[in-house]
């Protein structure tokens, strides 16, 4: 079970720390994403990282401003979001799973997902 927090409103230039907490039978070796989607958008993908070391991976329009990471205990997954933007306005997703290389950012590849936190950014 993935569930988010950290959402809220923002203007825009501001920060936000994203985090998902997976809790129950989970695998310790599974890629760990970001994703958002923001209305009548397709869910795309922000960033990612392989729980026991790996990427991570970022969308090239959050490049140099946001960070994913995790804890030591590899249970909770951060995204800590700066110089947020209008455009960074969406729900945002956590998820896991076990995708291809080259298809770290494709949302389909992803079996576990939370229940979403929105992110809204005023200009």
């Known amino acids: 079970q993935l569930m988010e927090s950290g959402g809220g409103s923002v203007q825009a230039g501001g920060s936000l720390r994203l985090s998902c907490a997976a809790s129950?039978?989970?695998?310790?070796?599974?890629?760990m994403g970001w994703f958002r989607q923001a209305p009548g958008k397709e869910r795309e993908g922000v960033a990612a990282?392989?729980?026991?070391?790996?990427?991570?991976h970022y969308a090239n329009s959050v490049k140099g401003r946001f960070t994913i990471s995790q804890n030591d205990a590899k249970n909770t997954l951060y995204l800590q979001m700066n110089s947020l933007k209008f455009e960074d306005t969406a729900m945002y997703y956590c998820a896991g799973g076990h995708p291809f290389t080259g298809l770290i950012l494709d949302s389909t590849k992803y079996s576990y997902w939370g229940q979403g936190t929105q992110v809204t950014v005023s200009s």
């Open positions: 129950g039978d989970t695998d310790k070796n599974y890629w």
């Open positions: 990282l392989y729980t026991s070391g790996g990427g991570p």
